[in-house]
């Protein structure tokens, strides 16, 4: 079984849906994040969280939002989806640890949005 | 300006030759260096990690990390049809512990 796994791998939606992208992970790791990417754009973090009170923004947030259920559930959502969402979105965790800084990726979500 | 900086290639080499991948950085007060290497439909994969100046080796893969000049570069040796992916340099900013920043990938080809 995979250690962080997403849901759902593909999707496509029409503008203006609401849609919801869940990660989980049984790593037992505090940090988790999400990246999406653009082909020529690499990754770009747009959420992330270092403890399930803790979320933060990253370099990317505007018009997504994210929440942190439990240890193991980190969840990224579109509230009003547009095409230029389109993109491969991943999900990521590490342990923290200062010598062992080490991001696992989970499989990745196809987002279509036309 | 971006933060981590790739040339995106292609990268072309011949099987056996060393590829040599390149990455700048911004932020001098970074500490910690990655490397991933991402296959197509695939998700990127840690291979290498480098914290100090100078070389860092690991089978086929040598890091290199020249802080003063601000890069960092991959050099694989013996390069292999099954190396033929998108490398991706990654930086952790000492201001921001654990939040990676990833430049936009080199994509190496190797012919057989």
């Known amino acids: 079984d995979a250690d962080v796994t997403q849901t759902p791998r593909n999707r496509i939606t029409k503008t203006g849906k609401r849609i919801m992208l869940e990660c989980s992970q049984t790593?037992?790791?505090?940090?988790m994040y999400w990246y999406r990417q653009d082909p020529g754009l690499g990754l770009r973090l747009i959420y992330y969280?270092?403890?399930?009170?803790?979320?933060n923004k990253g370099e990317i947030s505007d018009g997504y939002s994210v929440s942190r259920q439990a240890q193991a559930k980190f969840s990224l959502s579109l509230e009003s989806a547009i095409p230029n969402q389109t993109a491969l979105y991943f999900c990521?965790?590490?342990?923290?640890?200062?010598?062992?800084?080490?991001?696992?990726f989970g499989s990745g979500t196809q987002l279509s949005v036309l | 300006q971006k933060e981590v900086e790739q040339n995106s290639g292609p990268l072309s080499v011949p099987e056996g030759a060393i590829a040599s991948l390149n990455c700048t950085y911004s932020?001098?007060?970074?500490?910690?260096f990655f490397w991933y290497r991402q296959y197509s439909g695939k998700s990127p994969e840690l291979i290498m990690s480098?914290?100090?100046?100078g070389d860092k080796e690991d089978g086929r893969f040598t890091a290199q990390l020249n802080k003063a000049s601000q890069y960092v570069s991959l050099l694989i040796r013996d390069s292999q049809p099954s190396d033929s992916a998108t490398y991706l340099c990654?930086?952790?900013?000492?201001?921001?512990?654990?939040?990676?920043?990833f430049g936009s990938g080199t994509k190496l080809n190797v012919k057989p």
């Open positions: 969280s270092f403890d399930v009170k803790d979320i």
């Open positions: 990521a965790t590490s342990d923290g640890t200062p010598t062992n800084e080490k991001l696992f």
């Open positions: 990654a930086v952790n900013p000492l201001y921001n512990f654990n939040k990676f920043y």
């Open positions: 932020d001098r007060g970074s500490q910690s």
């Open positions: 480098i914290y100090s100046n």
């Open positions: 790593k037992g790791h505090d940090r």
